[in-house]
């Protein structure tokens, strides 16, 4: 039963995701919508009507003072570098018993990424937090990540619409410890293979929006439970998971942005030793402090 239970979470997780990316691609693929997207924000002339979503901003006289300051580069385009604060909540369940916690961190990164050209990314995380155990009491919670990606930017005629598909590589090192009365010390190694698409629509000049949907090939999951008397390993592979991004971009000057970046994250582990099975919810949000050159 709990087996049948778990797959059939999993299948609705793997179902939320790709009916998101269903509504992603029908909004993309409405004519309606393809002309607005192909309006350029007033950087070429002939590129946008008096309807324009840029016209509206700009018709405000707040959004005019306040966020046309300077532009070069495109919002969220060019090379940067960012260092930000994230926050974290996890829920869901491993095996009979149920997970909660939460956890900060802060991110470091770096990134290029131009219209019509290849696009790299760099990131570093580290979070540390705690988790509320059934058996009572708190655990000590530390986890660091980093990721590398690759991928190629395209852009609409006008640059207000930039789609990046890429992929890469993701390792993820944490450690719970657990106090009295289990006493027990959880390593857990992760190597995951990112698949996804990260697309951003500029607003105006000084405001992007955008989404990042990815899907996320396990390629080795190890865990390692150590206690005082015994020692268990356990291992899962090849598991699919996915992540969902809502990025939204402040130019704030020349050479400064601010990235608001709410997320979702489901994660799983399968044993391959036996049958215990992981559904993990990771709800969060970041925020980044971005130096632009």
């Not at 890429?166 to 190694?189: C, F, H, K, M």
Request: with cysteine.
């Amino acid at each position: 039963m709990e087996n049948q239970m778990n797959g059939t979470k999993g299948a609705t997780a793997t179902g939320n995701f790709w009916l998101l990316v269903m509504v992603a691609a029908g909004l993309f693929a409405n004519p309606q919508m393809q002309d607005v997207f192909a309006q350029c924000g007033g950087r070429e002339a002939g590129c946008c009507g008096e309807d324009s979503l840029e016209n509206i901003f700009h018709s405000n006289s707040f959004w005019a003072s306040a966020l046309m300051g300077c532009s070069d580069e495109e919002t969220t385009m060019g090379n940067r570098l960012w260092v930000g604060p994230r926050w974290e909540r996890r829920s869901g369940n491993d095996a009979a018993f149920p997970v909660e916690g939460s956890i900060n961190g802060v991110s470091v990164g770096w990134r290029s990424r131009n219209a019509d050209a290849v696009f790299l990314s760099v990131e570093g995380v580290f979070n540390d937090g705690e988790f509320k155990p059934t058996t009572g009491g708190r655990t000590d919670y530390e986890e660091w990540q980093i990721e590398a990606l690759v991928g190629y930017t395209f852009t609409n005629e006008c640059r207000s619409l930039f789609v990046t598909p890429y992929t890469g590589i993701r390792y993820r090192e944490a450690e719970n410890v657990l106090g009295s009365p289990l006493n027990l010390n959880v390593d857990q190694d992760v190597w995951t293979a990112p698949f996804g698409v990260r697309t951003d629509f500029l607003l105006t000049d000084t405001i992007a929006i955008g989404l990042d949907a990815r899907l996320q090939w396990k390629i080795e999951d190890e865990q390692l439970v150590t206690a005082a008397a015994f020692t268990i390993p356990d291992e899962a592979e090849h598991d699919l998971t996915y992540r969902l991004d809502a990025p939204v971009t402040f130019r704030v000057c020349s050479r400064g942005e601010i990235e608001v970046r709410p997320y979702y994250e489901w994660d799983r582990f399968d044993s391959d030793a036996g049958n215990r099975k992981t559904r993990i919810d990771e709800y969060g949000g970041q925020v980044s402090f971005i130096l632009r050159y």
